[in-house]
């Protein structure tokens, strides 16, 4: 794998690693290629310092060794470096320091060195190198660059260095693994760059080559700091007047293939380095550096400069890199011959995961082989990273560190700049003012609204505005004064795609397009879901209903003279009664539930309150694209002349058809028109494609497609026309301007200098536009043809009455001297059928079974949405349009009175001038409404005039344009496929399947959610009240406590825990989607039809049942009721016992509190019986048990059985009973609450009953909750 940015593994200052060294050496600080100096023994040896292990100094030893020029050394071993590095063996070994030196430098290992990548940028302006690389007075004097010496002399232009030299990102110690030996001469700006070094025999040497480099002009070459950088340590022989100076020590070596070569002419020396200011070794930061060459070079076939980039190149990009590094990572001999790889740049994601954690994906690049097989190695750092661009060879980085070489995962690694006080500066965005000049490159993300001035082939991604996320061009021209259609706008937010710009800073921060719509957004009232407000109003009343309860109990008590730690235990216990504890656990579970089982239905639920909303949604906006197919076909073409082709009749591989089409005068115009302007692109070599070719193998808009499959059943070559007319700008299709405009170049024989202009898109809007038409192979005027016109409005009636996408198309040419004019000639109309998705008609007829109204939002002609919306019945068959009325009465639309129409479409130009009240009017009261030509920002009023008219609204959302309908909607829906990334992330829920009917089904789950939700709530506060209500009779009739605290609880963990999960299993009732939608004004999930009766109808034969039955069991121990009324006190009193009861007989204190818990268990008994029939019919709210079943819910079952079980065994298990203060009841007792179990069962059926007959009678309006 190739590194063009590698890691270096010889480096300056201190390691941040830690290694554990072998047999546990403690590590020493690293030190130089130079030995201690004494006596003058050692000198220097070279430039590059190294971090390296020593081995453990022994007895002098005599080793074979080979530096890296090849040379054959057999000396006696001071020291030998452990690594890939150059050996230096010295022979003047001098005894007596060995031991000196063998205790200063223990044996130690190296482990590999993650280094920090940081961007080594220099700037080249106006022919001179600025940042203190190169004074002022240098200049350029080269005139051409970037040519290899296989092209021919003439081949290029004369190209002057007038560009920058924008992030020269630099590598180290990069190196070519499995290249291929480069064409001699072939690059005849790369430098070899070698350094002189004394022998131990005293004499000076050269060392052949350490670095790479690149001639970027005839006086300077280009290379790594690091390969230059140099620092005195004061254990080594400094600097004096007899030594060299740093400059002297390099060799450079410039128009050479083989190193090996002794030819003086190739050798220049270094005059002056300039090294970047802010270079740092320790972390390779600013590694760039350039070299003054003692003499200029003379520019010939085999030497000449390369050139500077204008611009970034781009992810993908294929770039070259070449040097004299060592040809594996063991090897530690440096090719002879200049070698060259090719590899790829990888996106920065791919960089952020390859490299390590300090990589910056704003300020660095990495290139990799794709197959990870070739790299480069030791001795290439400093080289070049090449690109050709438009013929000329350009510098885009310098090879400056890596690890490893060829190793996989490991890829070479490679801010704004603005121009104040005259030079380029790099400023964080947040800096940024108005009046800047900034300059921003491909891979760029524009950080403010920019008015450019100057361009470089430049494509932008403008999806984070627009819907399109197609790159489109830009350029210096004022084409609009709508921002978002003008070519000279770079707006805040967009990607730079390809190419570069230079603009001037008009607008930033909030004041950008991007701002303003972040603060409309921002602006509206947060989203509250109608779950979280009723969720919060429910919580809210018990919480302040209990709390306000118990206190009144508490003073109460307090004032009659109770111990306030026991009118404390009272309140406590009655604030329970009122609160269902286990309710915010079974409505969350029921939430689960319902994700999880909607997963299963291929829906993604984002936001979990939205399921509850979907049960109130009333109105649902949806998209075409929600309702087709997706797959559109060409059905017909009309071509000005005397009739109209119609082509859906047959099927399109119909050759009799083809031919007359193409017989017919202006086809292949319209042909080539078409072509030119889809941008739909074939996977496979589109000279291959033919009529066969799948769709799937085509990418790109659905219509344009439909045109290139008719192009290839006529046979048509596309390849050749779009290489006969290579396009040379675009301006996308968006919802605004509904057309797209495609600029070609014209290469038609006899034709040159000619400009080709083509257009496609809404056909009023492009006729509207047109000049001439094309009749006949003749273009005549449009204007005042009123028999054209007709014609033209009545084909467009015709094609779009069938539900049909229809475009128009229109062309123009002229010289490019003459410039582009207003003369645009249209050529006719192309329609498009889209099938529509199966089961599509039958998910809006349940809608509409289910009282949600659809209404359809399109950016068709007003016809074809109508056309449509009776095709998918969203009209129905017998619904009347103001036109459908004009022609039935005979009379012009005009006249018609709106009210008369049962279906409404409404024109998107019409938006602006309707009151929101009078818009809302129209969406919640007429019967069937679809929009049409609407653009994607509309959506956000027409979903808040709905909301005006109290409607709960579900909408489909596509691009970021919607964000703020995403925002308004109760409910935001998306698409895998065919939504924006944007509105998926944004969205409540998003279709898996593309599929109405899973929206449909997710409605269906959203009532059952909310149905079972009240069905547990219902359970719940039935319990409550019966736990109520005995503190109630204890304070007002003073009769002794019939259910105690602690019994109290038992109630709530028999009767409330698993019964009320069990309903959360209930299976729907089969007519849930043939009621309304849950009306969030009335139908809360509280209110006071369900408190009516929860506590005042089935509540009130619960406490009945239990008063009944502890009545039953004091009756029969002596007290009748009459005695119990004011006896609290007397009962409770610890120091009477002689309490007479209604027969006289005395009882006891102790004997007291034993008929009490026997009464307790009395009470709990009964509760368990009534509530088993509770149980039963909270399974239903409107249906009849007998029609919903029993085996509906097992869960339901269980807990019938459970309920009774657990409470014999808490009431008869001796010890137990006494714990939980209760008492054995006769078996008979147990008969009495099963009357009442009884009465609940059939009263609830009877009003059931009549809620289903009479579903607006007085028993629905008062007690369905």
């Not at 003073?1038 to 019994?1047: A, D, E, S, V, Y």
């Not at 009516?1092 to 002596?1118: D, H, K, P, R, Y």
Request: hydrophobic share 40%.
């Amino acid at each position: 794998m190739i590194l063009i940015i590698f890691l270096i593994t010889i480096i300056n200052g201190q390691d941040t690693t830690t290694c554990e060294p072998k047999n546990s050496l403690s590590w020493t600080p690293w030190f130089n290629f130079h030995k201690p100096s004494l006596k003058g023994e050692y000198e220097l040896h070279t430039a590059i310092r190294s971090r390296h292990p020593t081995i453990v100094c022994a007895e002098p030893r005599s080793v074979s060794a080979v530096n890296q020029a090849g040379i054959d050394m057999n000396h006696t071993l001071d020291m030998i470096l452990l690594r890939s590095f150059d050996v230096f063996c010295l022979n003047n070994y001098d005894p007596k320091f060995q031991q000196k030196i063998c205790d200063d430098y223990s044996v130690r290992y190296c482990c590999p060195i993650i280094i920090n990548h940081h961007i080594r940028d220099i700037f080249v302006k106006n022919k001179t190198y600025t940042n203190s690389f190169i004074d002022n007075q240098s200049r350029f004097i080269q005139t051409k660059c970037g040519r290899t010496t296989s092209s021919s002399l003439n081949l290029f232009p004369s190209t002057t260095h007038t560009g920058y030299i924008m992030n020269l990102f630099n590598s180290v110690f990069s190196r070519i693994i499995n290249g291929v030996e480069s064409t001699p001469y072939g690059w005849p700006w790369l430098v070899s760059i070698g350094i002189r070094y004394r022998h131990p025999n005293g004499l000076w040497q050269n060392r052949t080559h350490i670095c790479g480099g690149t001639l970027i002009e005839p006086s300077h070459v280009l290379t790594a700091a690091h390969c230059l950088e140099q620092k005195i340590d004061d254990r080594y022989v400094p600097f004096t007047s007899t030594n060299p100076t740093l400059e002297s020590l390099f060799i450079l070596r410039i128009g050479i293939h083989d190193i090996r070569s002794t030819r003086s002419d190739e050798i220049y020396g270094a005059k002056r380095i300039f090294v970047h200011e802010r270079f740092i070794s320790s972390t390779f930061e600013n590694d760039i550096a350039i070299i003054r060459l003692d003499r200029p070079v003379i520019v010939t076939r085999y030497i000449s400069p390369i050139c500077l980039p204008s611009n970034n190149i781009l992810p993908g990009s294929q770039v070259t890199v070449a040097g004299w590094g060592t040809v594996t990572e063991t090897s530690r001999v440096h090719s002879n011959v200049l070698r060259q790889a090719n590899v790829n740049i990888l996106p920065a994601t791919n960089c952020r995961v390859y490299t390590d954690v300090h990589y910056d994906t704003s300020k660095q690049l990495c290139a990799a082989a794709l197959d990870w097989s070739k790299d480069t190695c030791a001795g290439d750092s400093g080289g070049p990273l090449m690109h050709q661009n438009n013929g000329e060879w350009t510098i885009s980085g310098i090879t400056s560190y890596g690890y490893g070489c060829s190793k996989r995962g490991f890829p070479g690694v490679y801010q704004a700049d603005v121009k104040r006080e005259g030079e380029w500066q790099r400023i964080n965005s947040e800096d940024l003012v108005r009046g800047d000049i900034i300059h921003v490159r491909g891979g760029d993300r524009v950080p403010a609204d920019i008015r450019i001035v100057h361009t470089s082939g430049l494509l932008v991604d403008n999806s984070i505005i627009t819907k399109d996320s197609d790159p489109v061009t830009k350029s210096a021209d004022y084409t609009n004064t709508n921002p978002l259609q003008t070519n000279n706008l770079l707006l805040c937010g967009t990607s730079i795609t390809h190419g570069s710009a230079i603009g001037i800073v008009v607008k930033t921060a909030e004041h950008t397009l991007l701002g303003k719509m972040s603060n409309t957004t921002e602006s509206l009232d947060p989203k509250r879901t109608i779950y979280a407000r009723t969720i919060r109003s429910l919580f809210l009343f018990l919480t302040v209903f209990g709390l306000a309860l118990g206190v009144v109990f508490f003073i109460i008590l307090y004032s009659t003279g109770y111990y306030w730690l026991y009118a404390i235990q009272i309140m406590i216990s009655v604030y329970i009664a009122c609160i269902p504890e286990i309710l915010p656990a079974i409505i969350q579970l029921c939430l689960t539930r319902t994700a999880q089982r909607m997963a299963t239905r291929n829906c993604l639920v984002k936001v979990i309150d939205a399921l509850y909303d979907l049960a109130c949604t009333t109105i649902l906006f949806v998209d075409k694209s929600v309702l087709t197919s997706n797959n559109m076909g060409a059905s017909q073409i009309w071509i000005p002349s005397n009739q109209v082709r119609i082509l859906s009749a047959a099927p399109l591989d119909d050759l009799t058809i083809i031919h007359e089409c193409m017989q017919m005068s202006g086809w292949q115009t319209l042909m080539r028109t078409a072509i030119l302007c889809s941008q739909a692109e074939c996977f496979i070599d589109q000279h291959q494609a033919t009529r066969h070719t799948p769709l799937t193998e085509w990418e790109g808009d659905a219509r344009e497609i439909a045109i290139i499959k008719y192009a290839e059943y006529a046979d048509l070559d596309i390849a050749a026309i779009r290489q006969l007319y290579p396009r040379r700008d675009l301006r996308p299709f968006t919802s605004e301007n509904k057309r797209i405009e495609s600029f070609h170049f014209n290469n038609e024989p006899n034709m040159e200098g000619m400009y080709l202009d083509c257009m496609m898109g809404a056909p009023e809007r492009i006729f509207h536009r047109c000049a001439t038409v094309l009749l006949n192979d003749e273009e005549i005027p449009k204007d005042g043809d009123i028999v054209l016109e007709r014609m033209f409005n009545e084909t467009l009636i015709q094609m779009g009455s069938l539900g049909e996408t229809v475009l128009g198309f229109a062309d123009r040419q002229y010289h490019r001297d003459d410039g582009p004019q207003e003369n645009w000639r249209f050529l006719g109309l192309m329609s498009f059928s889209d099938p529509i998705q199966e089961n599509t008609v039958k998910a809006i007829e349940k809608c509409r079974l289910a009282d949600v109204k659809v209404i359809l939002i399109s950016g068709d002609h007003p016809v074809t949405a109508c056309a449509l919306a009776r095709r998918l019945t969203i009209f129905s068959s017998e619904s009347e349009t103001v036109e459908d009325v004009a022609i039935r009465l005979g009379i012009p639309v005009e006249r018609v009175e709106p009210r008369q129409a049962t279906a409404i479409v409404i024109h998107g130009r019409d938006l602006h001038s309707i009151s929101q009240l009078d818009l809302a009017d129209t969406i919640i009261n007429a019967p069937e409404v679809c929009f049409a030509r609407t653009t994607l920002r509309q959506k956000q009023k027409i979903v808040e005039c709905a909301q005006l008219g109290k409607a709960v609204v579900a909408c489909f959302c596509q691009s970021s344009d919607d964000r703020g309908a995403i925002k308004k909607a109760d409910v935001s829906v998306a698409m895998l496929n065919g939504s924006s990334e944007a509105s998926r992330q944004e969205a409540d829920l998003v279709l898996l399947d593309n599929d109405l009917n899973t929206l449909v089904g997710a409605i269906e789950e959203g009532r059952y959610l909310w149905e079972n939700i009240k069905k547990c709530l219902a359970y719940c506060l039935v319990v409550n009240a019966t736990q109520l209500v005995p503190f109630l009779m204890f304070i007002i009739f003073q009769i002794p406590l019939t259910l105690g605290p602690i019994t109290l609880l038992l109630v709530d963990l028999i009767t409330q825990l698993l019964p009320t999960i069990s309903l959360a299993y209930e299976r729907p009732e089969s007519d849930i989607m043939t009621r309304g939608p849950i009306d969030k004004f009335r139908d809360l999930l509280i209110n006071r039809r369900l408190l009516s009766l929860c506590w005042g109808q089935i509540g009130f034969i619960q406490i009945t049942a239990g008063f009944f039955t502890w009545v039953v069991v004091m009756a029969e121990n002596g007290f009748w009721p009459s005695r119990l009324l004011g006896i609290r006190k007397a009962w409770d009193a610890a120091a009477i016992n002689d309490l007479e009861d209604s027969y006289g007989q005395e009882w006891t204190y102790r004997q007291r509190k034993i008929l009490e818990y026997m009464g307790y268990a009395a009470f709990l008994a009964s509760i368990i019986v009534v509530q088993m029939a509770n149980l039963l019919i909270c399974k239903t709210r409107r249906l009849s048990l007998f029609q919903q079943g029993l085996r509906t819910n097992m869960f339901v079952n269980f807990c019938l059985i459970f309920m009774p079980v657990v409470a014999v065994l808490l009431i008869y298990i001796p010890g137990l009973n006494r714990a939980i203060f209760l008492e054995r009841l006769q078996p008979l007792w147990w008969l009495c609450p099963i009357p009442f179990a009884l009465m609940i069962f059939g009263y609830d059926e009877i009003r059931k009953f009549f809620i289903r007959k009479y579903p607006e009678g007085w028993v629905a309006k008062e007690t369905y909750h």
